[in-house]
């Protein structure tokens, strides 16, 4: 078991490819992350990172190409089935038996985890109460929301009451008070001791409840440290401005460099995810009206500007050339482009 001073996770040179040859595709490139017992530790970046393949490895549901898993100072490769014992997992896709009631459901996974009666039952009430589920958990699953059956899987990981909760997406598409309810109970776990590893591409929830957040980029961690830390190293608040609609990326980019000469401008990167806007890293306030005058000179005069401090999707910005919209966007295209050019070779 893990010593005083241990992480509760530590992975080191994570690897894992999928496909071969040309079609080979590094989803884990020499993966680093250490997570600390008893912390809330948010894994943050766009569809394609790698959040998955580094979760299901953790969980022992997947075998790396090659590096190490340990959970709890256990080998998670060489004994999986203890590390299984340590963890509950709530994947991204929630499947539940719609014929079953919640309860039904709760009381199967129970047996599952070899409780005893009654260890099964105070559970159950415990975790109907924690989630507020009373009004619905004697209803057939098949009449949930997504809210509810997103409660109800959190439920089900958490029903042996594991060291090590790991959350794959756990609120996306959900509506606004549901994900408030499961951050509220996140929030609570950690306050009672269970580390949470949660990855998602929200930005405001990792910003919202990590004590610390690994940004991955191509299947490697680029950005390291807790929220306000990361945003305090841009020195600088964020600008997003536009002048118009551009009429190609190259218009664009010679924007770009006419405000990267301007002083007090850290940063420039052409946004396309927003109809080529442009973000900015600035030093100071006056630099907007620098700004306004530099563009106005070139005959660009600003169509909309506003001024915030950093975000974590500065951060990411600042750690990889570009938004994380704009990533995401990159990663549907390239499966766009493959899927076409499977379809014209049939």
Not at 30 to 50: D, I, R, W
Not at 66 to 72: K, L, M, N, W
Request: some cysteine; hydrophobic content about 45%.
């Amino acid at each position: 078991m893990a010593q005083m001073g241990e992480p509760l996770i530590a992975i080191n040179d994570l690897r894992k490819t999928y496909g071969r040859g040309e079609a080979a595709v590094a989803a884990l490139d020499g993966l680093q992350l250490n997570v600390a017992a008893g912390s809330l530790y948010g894994l943050l970046g766009p569809n394609g990172a790698g959040k998955t393949t580094a979760l299901r490895i953790l969980c022992t549901l997947l075998a790396p190409d090659s590096g190490t898993v340990r959970v709890a100072g256990v080998d998670a490769l060489a004994e999986p089935r203890v590390v299984r014992g340590l963890l509950g997992y709530v994947a991204q896709e929630v499947a539940i038996d719609k014929i079953l009631t919640g309860r039904e459901l709760l009381q199967l996974q129970g047996d599952l985890y070899h409780l005893d009666r009654a260890q099964r039952q105070r559970r159950i009430a415990e975790l109907v109460d924690l989630l507020g589920m009373g009004d619905w958990i004697d209803r057939r699953c098949g009449g949930y929301s997504g809210g509810m059956r997103r409660r109800l899987d959190l439920a089900s990981g958490l029903l042996h009451s594991p060291r090590l909760l790991v959350l794959d997406e756990p609120t996306v598409g959900l509506d606004i008070e549901s994900r408030a309810a499961i951050w509220r109970v996140l929030r609570q776990l950690c306050d009672g001791g269970t580390t949470v590893l949660l990855s998602s591409h929200y930005l405001e929830e990792v910003d919202a409840l990590a004590d610390r957040l690994a940004i991955l980029e191509a299947g490697r961690v680029i950005a390291e440290g807790t929220p306000a830390v990361l945003k305090q190293a841009l020195g600088g608040d964020r600008v997003t401005l536009r002048v118009r609609e551009f009429s190609d990326a190259e218009e664009a980019t010679r924007v770009q460099r006419l405000l990267q000469a301007c002083p007090g401008v850290r940063q420039v990167v052409v946004n396309q995810a927003q109809g080529y806007s442009l973000n900015l890293v600035v030093e100071h306030d006056g630099v907007a009206e620098q700004l306004r005058r530099q563009l106005a000179g070139a005959d660009l005069p600003v169509f909309a500007l506003a001024q915030s401090r950093p975000s974590l999707d500065d951060v990411y910005l600042q750690a990889t050339g570009r938004t994380l919209m704009d990533a995401e966007l990159a990663v549907a295209g390239s499966r766009d482009a493959k899927a076409e050019r499977k379809q014209s070779m049939r």
